[in-house]
C-alpha cells in the first residue's frame, strides 16, 4: 500500500477571506502621482533636484522615513534645513488637496469593495498616510470599511507588520486568514510579515514573484472566489501567466 498521504486539491468554491485589507496609495486610489508631484515642487521651490526614480523610491514607505529622507535630501542638495514632520505636513496638505478636488480610483477596486459588501466579507484600510487623508478617501465610499488604520496611528509603519496586524485586531479576526491587496513592496512585505496572504497588483514599480505571494495586473481579475481560493492557499500568478510562465498552487 502507498504510504503517502495524497494532498487533496482546494476547495473549487471555497469560503470567502475572513477580512480583507486594503493599502490605499496605488491599490485603492491613484495618489502616487499626487504625492510625486508634492515631492517635486518642495524640492523645487528650495533650489533642489529630484528625479522620478529618486520619487519611486518612496512608494510605500512610512511618512516618517520619507520625511526624513527628503530632509537630508534637501540639506545636502540646497543647504536647507526643515522639520521632516514638516515636510510631512506639507505633502499631506497637498495631496488631500488634490483628492478632495478629484479622486481617481484604481480600475476594478470599487467593484471589487462593493462585491465583498454585497458578500459581507469585512474590509480595513490600511494605510501608510495619515488619518487626514486616509479619513478623506474612506468617507468617499461610506460604510466600505469597518475598520481604517492610518500611518499615525501605529509605532513602526510599512514593512513591518504592525499595521496589518492592528487591523486584524480591530476588525477581531487571525491575520492568517486574511487577504492583504498591495501595490508597492514596503507593503507585500508588511502584509506577508502579518501573516496574512497578499496579492500583489503592482502600479509604479513592480512586485517580482515569491513563494506563497499572488500577483495580478489589476483588481478587476479578482472577486470574492478568487480572494477565497487565495485564503486557502492557491496562488494566483496572471503576471507569470503574462510572461510565459504559469500561476503556481501552493
Known amino acids: 500500500m502507498p504510504t503517502d498521504t495524497p494532498i487533496p486539491d482546494p476547495p473549487s468554491h471555497p469560503a470567502p477571506p475572513a477580512a480583507v485589507l486594503w493599502d490605499m496609495d496605488g491599490t485603492l486610489v491613484d495618489t502616487e502621482p499626487h504625492w510625486i508631484a508634492a515631492e517635486h515642487a518642495l524640492m523645487a521651490r528650495h533650489g533642489a533636484s529630484w528625479s522620478h526614480e529618486q520619487a519611486l523610491q518612496l512608494v510605500g514607505s512610512a511618512l516618517p522615513d520619507s520625511g526624513r529622507l527628503l530632509a537630508a535630501h534637501l540639506a545636502a542638495e540646497a543647504g536647507v534645513h526643515l522639520d521632516p514632520a514638516d515636510i510631512v505636513t506639507e505633502l499631506i496638505g497637498e495631496v488631500v488637496h ?55 496611528e501605529v509605532e513602526r509603519g510599512k514593512p513591518a507588520p504592525d499595521p496589518y496586524l492592528r487591523a486584524a485586531h ?30 500583489a497588483c503592482p502600479h509604479m514599480v513592480p512586485i517580482p514573484p515569491a513563494p506563497g505571494r499572488s500577483r495580478v495586473a489589476s483588481l478587476a481579475e479578482l472577486d470574492v472566489a478568487a480572494l477565497g481560493r487565495v485564503a486557502c492557499g492557491q496562488v494566483l500568478d496572471s503576471l507569470a501567466d503574462r510572461a510565459g510562465g504559469t500561476a503556481r498552487g501552493a
Open 98 to 152: 488634490q483628492v478632495s478636488a478629484s479622486v481617481v480610483w484604481r480600475p476594478g477596486a470599487l467593484e471589487l469593495l462593493r462585491e465583498l459588501g454585497r458578500h459581507g466579507v469585512p474590509c480595513a484600510l490600511v494605510t501608510m498616510s495619515y488619518r487626514s487623508l486616509a479619513g478623506t478617501v474612506a468617507a468617499l465610499v461610506p460604510g466600505a470599511f469597518a475598520v481604517v488604520v492610518a500611518g499615525d
Open 170 to 199: 480591530l476588525l477581531g479576526v487571525d491575520p492568517r486568514e486574511c487577504v492583504v491587496l498591495e501595490d508597492s513592496a514596503p507593503g507585500v512585505a508588511s502584509g506577508e510579515a502579518a501573516g496574512a496572504r497578499v496579492v
